[in-house]
């Protein structure tokens, strides 16, 4: 009886340690080194406090914007194609015209100059990788490299 509980918890235990954190179903994540999966959990966790301090009142909690004024980032083809211009619009803002999903923005993003490229980093990390985006990492390095 005792080993029959003994494998009913073992079982368990496998089975709740195999459903905790991201599970990396997006092939990009699955490809990181495990500095780098632990490197990403954090810049997941702080980008999105930082996504709903800075970002969420216009592009909304979900990333679903506003309708034809604010663009998407959810399912976004702009950001998944556009990374570098992604960060330099976090960075500067805009209020020229971009394409998202098949549909003309003409925002007026405000810049973001006080972000460190750390702070856009985490911002990148956690908008590439909720809400079905599967964008993958980004690092504070790769954005000091796009800013440039």
């Known amino acids: 009886m005792k080993f029959k ?3 009913f918890y073992f ?4 089975l709740f340690l195999s459903s905790c954190g991201p599970g990396y179903k997006n092939k990009a994540l699955r490809k990181l080194t495990p500095a780098n999966q632990i490197k990403y959990q954090k810049y997941y966790i702080q ?3 930082l996504y709903l301090a800075n970002c969420s009142s216009c592009h909304q909690e979900n990333g679903l914007g506003l309708k034809k004024l604010i663009p998407p980032l959810a399912s976004s083809d702009y950001l ?12 500067n803002g805009a209020t020229v015209s971009i394409t998202v999903n098949g549909i003309a923005y003409t925002p007026t993003m405000p810049a973001h100059i006080k972000l460190t490229n750390l702070e856009i980093a985490e911002i990148l990390t956690y908008i590439n990788n909720s809400w079905g985006n599967e964008y993958g990492f980004v690092d504070a390095q790769k954005v000091k490299s796009y800013l440039k």
């Open 11 to 14: 079982s368990f235990l496998i």
């Open 80 to 91: 998944q194609n556009n990374q570098a211009a992604s960060t330099q619009l976090i960075r």
């Open 47 to 49: 980008g999105r406090d």
């Open 5 to 7: 509980l003994l494998i």
